[in-house]
């Protein structure tokens, strides 16, 4: 089979598989977080925690649960790392420095998984199962928990009531995230993938030297890293490793994985308001960015220019043979739209200007169709900018899904939206200026430039890749990156949560013909454009100073 | 740039409600471009920072103005510098131009009306026996009793409560035939500034000197009294936030140009942050405002705030009252239904000789159907021969002649039957069944007899107005419902309804009906907008999102809606209704325009920076520009010349066409999106050709 016709059936499988999952996926879940009822396990919980899980909370109350259910994971995580060599299965790794116990906590609550470690020669099995892969369901709960929270502000009418951030997630962890993920887990381990609590292997190389092979828990942590795009790999390699991916097949499930949330929550949200065909429009927008991304990517790494890549077939560079061209830019793009951030190649390695089709991937904000629930929640704050500029031009006062787009309304979506921009470029420069983005480069001029924007745009918009190069384990990019993974995780939910509760107190403005259509395909198109005008306005100067610099001298 | 119609004005109504003759206050639309010179004074003096800080783009534009100048004195040989300084100074101007041209317009609407306030002497009633003493019309406080007589301009706002008097109210609304005021009832309305002609008059003042309707007119027109409307901050808000992310872009981009080796001079980066930022939409985001309320104004309606002609865009309800505003409002002849054995000549003979004599509107629309639908020759009434006229009374309920041995009489059913049977004669089955088919369609019968002899039937009619019917039609492809209120019962009110195409009637309607369909319609979420002139509609008129209150109405009418149309034409709600859109889609376009454009700025100024550094970017140099200062600095000039080119659209607004959301959309993004793109890499480019020529640039 020739390889492009390889790409073709591989993307078109993803496509049909998404398709046909989102729809049953996106009810279920509409269903369980609009159901009454509660599971045992789940009134345990409450009782636990002392929840009243039939308590509406307005958004205050919704907001502080969220903090201080995110603060406390947090500062779990620290000490768990902190304190890592006194515990058991600790595999006799040592405590994590604090830097870096404060960067990976931060970046493991943000949903971000942002490694500035080797999981193998840094974590004990206690550390990644109690800690990071407890952070990976909970985590991605608490974004889907935002996510229907809006939802919710745009169904509800005249009340302030946005639902039981406990319920939330509580039922998104225990009735979606877990048997999902049990599920994937098991086939992965079918695939390949190993599962096991032993401490390492030393084995001896054809060459005769010795090497040490960590074992452990991959498999299911697998899952879940890319089911709730958390993306923190137990290993270093993270995908690309063969124990987490082991082949073309294990690869497929594992970009379905990361994508079948993500794409499934706008019919959540279109079961929710009440119109399907809402939702289909969000999707449509999302869809569309992600293939063109996949298209674009997976192209200009076929023609990568070169000798060498000619000889291989495209640029194989970074890339793993088992997955190739097509599986390897299909994870990529895939990953960096999703703020998942596994890697199943060294994005350092693809063409400069694939490299800026990832970075904007990120800087999009996530949206397309982004991380499990902060996706959809980003993608509808684009529809409520889209809509105030495009509903202007019906002649009335903007409207979105029967709410008014006024003052208040525009400001918090502005603000939502403004976080992760400011960051990323504040967050670059500061680097770039004080110097530490340069002696951390392995590249210099703009590729080595690129490895600290992207640094900055991960962390930024909650992903966790790395573009790889840069020596990111320095006390200035632990801190400066956490404080962006923290700020750019939270400061949008605050924003998101407060347009929730101020959206669900407005009456319903009934829908005439005069009324915007935001369920059409020409709305879909609109929405596209706001992201992609948005976000290339905001970060053109920057890529064109790395990847654009870098693929149009080539 | 000079049009005499505006766009969304139909004909029909100015053909019906501005008969030829008839001078209108202001000219309609239309911008002249003298105004820009002569508002040039006025762009000056609002360069003043505290005044620029209420639009933030353009105050950052103004930072960057005084920043590049200072940088351009400190190397005075850069010729480039100073170019960029000077263009970015022009830049500002333009914005303030825009908006003082906006204002400019009210302002000699202004002056027209500061003319009629001169300062009167009134002659205020003091005390309980009703004796008169001078004072200045500006010493009058509410309550007082002021006299008017004929040749007195009326001292202040108030209602007349004694007497009748015919004033001329053309200093307010332009029109100059005299008005009828009289104590009680919905024409007691005075205002100041007016001159009584004739008769006197004693009026109760209502308001203070210094709040009159005029008062609060010249503010309106002069745009004084103007506060930004929600949608208003809105934007801003927007384009304030866009402004932060590209002040950002451009702050950071230093660090990352040094890393590149290529590190940019200031004038290049502010250069760059202006044409970032939406110049475009910002500097006319308050012309347009100023604009919109203007356009109310040419059509002789006051709005007494923005926010009135922004929630007009958003009307989902219209309450149309049938009479004056659907309907013609006095009934028609609009056929002869002749009795068996009578033809229609004889009928329409007959009709139009008893009627030569009747001056009712009735009386003259039978004659003119004779005349004009059945082919009868004209008549004069001393034509005919030893006439005896006989006059309608309430007791007869008929009106005729006899003339010769005819006995010819018209009138209602029931009074002429009587007559008839009374003279041996009889009304036959088809006869009643003509009249009540009539009744049944919501018109009025006459019965026409010659002695005993009936005649046959005219059928009167309340006509609705020619072209309404086409205009619910456009108003229901907007999205909004049309209402008729009534006082008829509901079977005349659904025939008229269902004639006139409204979507909806509330019959045999009192104030209290329709205020509380007003209420429903809101809990709802709709937006109403409705007219009204009296009394007893103010309660409405202020629950109304849109209270249209007509200037022959009373004063509470007039203080309870948010707008008063100087013409007293219902029909122009729905005119209102479109200019809201059309400020809201002007908006909407030229914020579109203005981000569309950034993108060829972009391929202008990002090679002019870093093709030096890094020569693969001289790619995106599609324009082929002459040179990297050529290319910053046409970007700068293009950006300036824009928002001139927009200002007559500012001005003017966005062409409205009733039509569909998505259709309109589509255009509008067509036009203005597309239109965005495109024309500044067309514009750049063309500029650039010129600038190239200059030395030290090109």
């Given at each position: 089979m020739s390889t492009p016709l390889a790409d073709v059936l591989q993307i078109s499988a993803l496509v049909v598989a998404l398709v046909l999952v989102h729809r049953p996926l996106g009810d279920y879940m509409a269903a369980v977080y609009s159901s009454r009822k509660h599971l045992r396990v789940e009134r345990l919980i409450y009782r636990c925690v002392g929840a009243d899980p039939d308590a509406e909370m307005r958004w205050p109350a919704y907001l502080r649960s969220v903090l201080a259910f995110s603060a406390v994971g947090v500062l779990f995580l620290y000490l768990l790392l902190r304190v890592q060599d006194l515990?058991?299965?600790?595999?006799g790794f040592a405590a994590i420095p604090a830097d870096q116990a404060f960067n990976t906590a931060v970046s493991f609550v943000s949903n971000?998984?942002?490694?500035?470690?080797?999981g193998e020669s840094a974590m004990g099995h206690l550390a990644q199962v109690g800690g990071l892969a407890v952070q990976n369901f909970v985590s991605a709960a608490v974004g889907m928990a935002v996510a229907v929270a809006l939802v919710r502000g745009f169904a509800r009418?005249?009340?302030?009531e946005l639902g039981n951030f406990w319920t939330d997630l509580v039922r998104g962890t225990i009735r979606i995230l877990l048997p999902i993920a049990a599920l994937a887990a098991v086939v992965l381990v079918a695939l390949g993938a190993i599962q096991n609590f032993s401490g390492g292997h030393d084995v001896t190389t054809v060459t005769g030297a010795t090497q040490h092979i960590t074992g452990g828990p991959v498999a299911s942590q697998e899952a879940i890293k890319n089911l709730g795009t958390n993306?923190?790999?137990?290993?270093?390699?993270?995908?690309?490793h063969p124990f987490e991916n082991p082949d073309g097949i294990s690869n497929l499930l594992e970009i379905f994985l990361l994508l079948v949330i993500p794409f499934s929550m706008p019919r959540t949200f279109g079961r929710m308001v009440g119109s399907v065909r809402q939702g289909y429009a969000i999707v449509a927008a999302m869809g569309v960015i992600w293939l063109a991304g996949v298209i674009a990517v997976t192209l200009m790494e076929h023609h990568a220019p070169g000798t060498a890549s000619q000889a291989a077939g495209?640029?194989?560079?970074?890339?793993?043979q088992r997955f190739g061209i097509g599986g390897s830019s299909l994870f990529a793009v895939s990953t960096t739209m999703t703020s998942t951030?596994?890697?199943?190649?060294?994005?350092?390695?693809?063409q400069g200007l694939s490299g800026g089709v990832l970075i904007f991937g990120m800087v999009l904000g996530e949206?397309?169709?982004?991380?499990?629930?902060s996706g959809l929640y980003g993608m509808l704050i684009m529809a409520v900018i889209t809509v105030f500029i495009a509903g202007l031009m019906v002649g009335r006062t903007p409207e979105y899904l029967g709410k008014k787009i006024g003052t208040r309304e525009i400001k918090l979506a502005a603000c939502a939206i403004l976080v992760s921009p400011a960051l990323t470029l504040i967050g670059t420069a500061l680097a770039m200026g004080l110097g530490d983005g340069e002696e951390s480069m392995?590249?210099?001029g703009p590729h080595g430039f690129s490895e600290v924007l992207y640094a900055y745009a991960s962390a930024a918009n909650n992903n966790g890749s790395a573009f790889a190069?840069?020596?990111?384990?320095?006390d200035f990019f632990n801190t400066t990156l956490g404080i962006c993974m923290l700020l750019g995780r939270f400061l949008p939910m605050v924003f998101v949560l407060v347009l929730a509760g101020s959206l669900a107190e407005q009456r319903r403005v009934p829908v005439t013909?005069?009324?915007?259509?935001?369920?059409?395909p020409l709305f879909s198109g609109l929405l596209v454009a706001t992201a992609v005008v948005v976000a290339g306005l905001t970060f053109f100067p920057a890529l064109s100073l790395g990847p654009l610099a870098e693929g149009l001298s080539s | 740039m000079s049009t005499t119609t505006t766009p969304v004005r139909p004909e029909a109504d100015a053909r019906d409600h501005h008969p030829?003759?008839?001078?209108?206050?202001v000219s309609r639309g239309g911008f002249d471009p003298r105004l820009l010179w002569s508002s040039l004074p006025a762009a000056v003096r609002k360069l003043d920072p505290r005044t620029m800080v209420g639009s933030p783009v353009m105050f950052v534009v103004l930072i960057g103005s005084a920043l590049t100048t200072v940088l351009a004195a400190s190397h005075p040989a850069d010729a480039f510098g100073w170019a960029i300084a000077g263009w970015l100074w022009l830049t500002v101007l333009f914005a303030n131009l825009a908006e003082a041209v906006a204002e400019g317009r009210g302002r000699a609407q202004a002056a027209s009306l500061r003319a009629a306030r001169t300062d009167t002497v009134a002659r205020r009633l003091s005390g309980r026996n009703g004796d008169e003493e001078r004072v200045p019309g500006t010493a009058l406080g509410v309550g007082d009793l002021v006299v008017c007589e004929?040749?007195?301009?009326?001292p202040g706002d108030g209602d007349v409560i004694e007497g009748v008097a015919s004033v001329d109210e053309s200093a307010i609304t332009g029109e100059s035939a005299p008005v009828i005021r009289e104590s009680g009832?919905?024409?007691s309305a005075v205002t100041g500034g007016t001159r009584v002609l004739s008769d006197r008059i004693t009026v109760r003042i209502t308001t203070r000197p210094g709040e009159t309707f005029l008062d609060r007119m010249i503010a309106l027109v002069e745009g004084a009294a103007r506060q930004k409307t929600p949608n208003e901050i809105a934007l801003n808000i927007l384009l304030a936030s866009l402004t932060i992310v590209f002040l950002l872009a451009v702050v950071t981009l230093q660090p990352f140009a040094v890393h590149a080796g290529a590190e940019q001079s200031l004038v290049v980066l502010t250069a760059l942050l202006v044409c970032l930022i939406p110049t475009t939409i910002g500097a006319l985001l308050s012309a347009i405002g100023i604009a919109g309320m203007d356009r109310l104004v040419q059509r002789n309606v006051l709005a007494t705030s923005g926010r009135a002609v922004e929630a007009a865009g958003d009307v989902s309800t219209l309450l149309l009252d049938?009479?004056?505003?659907?309907?013609?409002?006095n009934r028609r002849a609009t056929a002869f239904l002749p009795a068996a054995g009578v033809t229609e000549a004889e009928l329409a003979e007959a009709a139009q000789l008893s009627s030569l004599?009747?001056?009712t509107p009735e009386g003259r629309s039978i004659v003119t159907l004779a005349v004009t639908g059945y082919g009868r020759p004209a008549r004069d009434r001393?034509?005919?021969?030893?006439a005896d006229w006989v006059p309608f009374t309430a007791q007869t309920r008929m009106s005729g002649v006899d003339t010769g041995d005819r006995r010819i009489r018209k009138g209602a059913v029931g009074a002429v039957t009587g007559r008839v049977v009374e003279l041996g004669g009889t009304v036959t089955d088809t006869t009643l069944g003509a009249v009540e088919s009539i009744s049944a369609s919501g018109g009025t019968p006459l019965l026409v007899a010659d002695g005993p002899r009936v005649l046959g039937v005219v059928h009167l009619k309340d006509v609705v107005k020619e072209g309404l019917r086409e205009r619910f039609e456009q108003l229901r492809a907007m999205g909004i419902r049309t209402v008729m209120i009534t006082g008829d019962n509901a079977r005349t009110a659904k025939a008229i309804a269902a004639e006139a195409g409204v979507d909806d009637y509330l019959a045999e309607a009192t104030p209290e009906d329709k205020m509380a369909l007003i209420k429903r319609e809101q809990a709802g979420g709709r937006l109403v907008a409705m007219t009204g002139d009296g009394t007893n509609d103010a309660p409405a008129l202020a629950q109304a999102d849109v209270g249209v209150a007509m200037n022959t109405g009373t004063s509470a009418a007039k203080e309870a809606g948010n707008m008063v149309d100087l013409d007293s034409d219902p029909t122009k709600l729905i005119d209102i209704v479109q200019i809201g859109k059309q400020l809201l889609i002007t908006r909407g376009a030229l914020t579109t325009f203005s981000i569309a454009n950034d993108i060829a700025k972009y391929f202008a100024i990002i090679p002019a920076m870093f093709a030096v550094a890094y020569?693969?970017?001289?790619?995106?140099n599609i324009m082929r520009l002459s040179s990297p200062e050529s290319a910053i600095l046409s970007a700068v000039i293009f950006n300036a010349l824009i928002v001139v080119a927009l200002v007559p659209l500012a001005l003017r607004g966005v062409a409205y066409r009733p039509m569909g959301a998505d259709q309109l959309l589509s255009r509008n993004l067509g036009v203005f999106g597309l239109g965005g793109l495109v024309a500044p890499f067309v514009g750049i480019k063309a500029i650039d050709l010129v600038v190239s020529l200059l030395p030290g640039i090109g």
């Open positions: 515990l058991p299965l600790s595999l971000t998984n942002w490694q500035s470690y080797s009418f005249r009340t302030g993306g923190g790999g137990f290993y270093n390699a993270n995908s690309a495209g640029g194989m560079e970074g890339k793993e951030g596994s890697i199943n190649a060294f994005h350092d390695s693809f949206i397309a169709p982004g991380g499990v629930g392995t590249n210099i190069g840069l020596a990111a384990n320095t013909a005069g009324t915007l259509g935001t369920h059409r | 030829a003759g008839q001078p209108a206050r004929a040749g007195d301009v009326i009832g919905d024409r049938k009479t004056g505003t659907i309907t013609h409002g004599a009747d001056e001393d034509a005919v021969a030893d020569p693969g970017l001289d790619t995106l």
